[in-house]
């Protein structure tokens, strides 16, 4: 049996324990959609956002919005007026918290389509109205972009038009195991609607591990999908001068001591790998009755 195994029950008397995640999840390149050619480019305005955050590690929080973080001189955004520091509330009336949405919201719009920008700048809010050009490089194809999600839905995601596609997934992933193929456009979690990858990745990662999300498809289909729920390992717990336990958050590693009274150590167990070591009463850093599997050790 496990010493982990061992070592539970009396661990859940412990006042010090501490448990982590066994392991990271890996990237989810198990199975990739293949990108079969570029997509339309779409309207061009000359505008760059960012998260409108606090700027504060210290006290970080997200107002609604997205921040103007660049105007392209020339550009339909220069022309209608726009300066860095605004800060976009909606897009025709929808309203955008992720640069990513801006992004696809302004680049599914055409060349004839004014769009109506709510816009804060100071403590006035106002609309600007602005008539997308062409986009630069519209004949060139775009490289494929899409961000990882690991610790949720151990997916990939892009940002497409109309949604969210799902581009790769893990073969041990929540999605696929609960109904989702790659290739599915999400457009709304919970009812809300996904316009980019990084709003999709923010929202599930936002969500407790283990919990219950329902994903819209383009296609209608409504898909509830139970959100990855990593297991943990106990990696250190104590009862001074009786016993002490360590581990690695991965397993590689563990260690108990039995009666350890800095002159004196009753027993020791370790294990690195598939390496095991014993050490019986342990007297002034001497130990005169030790044991080992000898795994891992170099031969001549």
Partial sequence: MPLRHLLSAPLLL????????????PEPYAETLAWDGAEEAGAFVGLKTEENDSDSLEDLFFDPGVRVAQVAEGSPAFQAGFAVGDVVLSVNGESVDDPGAFDQLVSTATQSDDLTFETRRGDHVFDITVRPSAAPGASAAPTPRYLVEPSRTRASWATVAGGVRLVAAHDASPVLRDGLAVGDVVTSLDDTAMNSARELVRTVTSRPAGSRVAFTLADGRRITVELLSAPTRITSAKIPFVWEYEAAADGSTEKLDVIDIVILRLFRFERDGNERTWSLLTLFGWT???????VGELSS
Avoid: H
Avoid at 288 to 294: A, K
């Fill in 14 to 25: 412990l006042a010090s324990c501490v448990s982590q995640p066994e392991r990271a999840i």
């Fill in 288 to 294: 005169p009755f030790q044991f080992g599997t000898g």
